[in-house]
């Protein structure tokens, strides 16, 4: 790897900002989900009258509220990161990433003070269907709201709709809808509210046991319990549906990340999926600690090809084809890509020093030529490849990108058979008997937010080396600040995140334990 | 219309405060995190430990443009 930045800053800026963004993730998918179980509850009620799924939305409404006060702006912070210890990637990317940013303050800030006020304050203020409104409203604002974080995120995931300008060094918005309408940003948005759906149905699911193991507010349980199964059920099927969208996706546009993912060294045809995998400590490649072996595998033929290019026998290039390349399969190797980068790079400094020269002449033909659709497609496309030297940097850990997609798969895959047999077990009237099933629900509620946080570690941490996929390495995005500064506010949001979870829990559990009002 | 404005004005006012008001224990409690979270956040972490890098170190954004640049060129320290 170049010596660009100090590895200790880049690590240290890396780990500050995943436990910013991780810890800002504890509250947003509660929301995503909880918001539209209570708009079902109250439409329920605006339906029937009856009082008791008024009662029933209210206490909802109060763990909700909870959760939303606590995580409120928490992602702020994030924004101040990017400013401060992302400033170059914030420079390159502004433009892209400002826009969907913008809109999403903007509608957070008109969603939180309006619906949200509505919701808590409206009751005996405004008529039934305006408050019922406000609710529906809020549910589809926070998670049109998280579209905008999602598509910033896809952006990088894969750049899109965009030109660099090497004036400005900066990216610039050619095409709004090739950027909102990116297959990666679409998956990502279904993807990640569906998996908020299935978190908040485990939540309310998990709470209704404990009422029940208590043998306290039984009515209310068993309700809330068949609407979140319901709920529950039919959003985890749909989230496996765009779990394994956005995986052909990711085949795709990020075949390192794909095979990281299944722990793919050497790409074959018909590839096997590995269902279960464990890795050993010794590793396959003295030189890189993120290539391991499997010590032991369960595989599944040919499953791996038709997950990702829907035929049973198509090839699945694994770790080494894209370093290496593979002529025969069309995988440029990581030299070539190296190579193309470095020239991209080179014609940038020739166009600054020209400038910086004053040479106008030569600077507009640069201009021409760094801006041209050829050079855009066949070198800026690699810019960022232009900072490596070894191609086996540009492998991610491979142990930790596998072992976070098999937990999240495998963790979904048993929230479905919770739903089925929480909604089963409800219908046939069996729920209050099943004491173990009861207390596997209230033991769901961890292994969701575990599932979901492991969701985005395959995402963040498989497209590793890349803070833009293939134009800006983590390293060239990080702002050359000392590595200590960044070690202290590290600790200090550990400290302040760390103080906001443990007050949101203890005043949830406080709320759970009171119960809804009487 | 020229009446109607100040009691529209004045109605979104007094619903809010008759929320805040009227909110339980738990509703205070949580505003008093988000008042405290909000000023640790703006107060402290925002003005003392976050400036804005390019902000606060370059005057015009032709300057912020040309370091970025010369950072993106120039890879070797």
Known sequence: MVEFADLSLVNWSRAQFALTAMYHWLFVPLTLGITFIIAFMETLYVKTGKEEWKRITKFWMTLFGINFAIGVATGIILEFEFGTNWSNYSWFVGDIFGAPLAIEGILAFFMESTFIAIMFFGWNKVGKKTHLLATWLTAIGANLSALWILVANGWMQKPVGMVFNPDTARNEMQNFWDVLFSQVAVDKWLHATSSGFVLASIFVIGVSAWFILKKRELLLAKKSILIASVFGLISSLYLVMTGDNATRTIAHDQPMKFAAIEGLYNGSEGAGLVAIGLFSTS????????????????????FLSYMAFLDWNAFVPGVHDLIDGNEKYGYMSATEKIERGKLAISKLTE??????????????????ELTSQDFQENYFKYFGYGYFEDPTDLIPNVPLTFYSFHIMVGLGFMFVLLFVFSLYFILKGQLTEKRWF???AIISIPLAYLASQAGWIVAEVGRQPWVVQDLMPTMAGVTRISAGSVQTTFWLFAVLFTVLLIAELKIMFR???IGPKH | MTNKTPNIIRQVWSFYVNGFRNMGTWGKQVWLIILIKLFIMFAILKVFFFPDFLKTNFETDQERSDYVLEILTEPKE
Do not use: H, V
């Not at chain 1, 890189?288 to 369960?298: G, T």
């Not at chain 1, 166009?351 to 021409?368: I, V, Y």
């Open chain 1, 351 to 368: 166009f600054k020093t020209a400038k910086k020269a004053g040479n106008e002449a030569l600077a507009g033909s640069l201009r021409d």
């Open chain 1, 511 to 513: 709320q759970i334990k």
């Open chain 1, 438 to 440: 009861l207390r596997l």
């Open chain 1, 283 to 302: 590793e396959t490649d003295p030189n890189n600690e993120n290539l391991k072996d499997f010590s032991m595998k369960i595989e599944i033929p040919n």
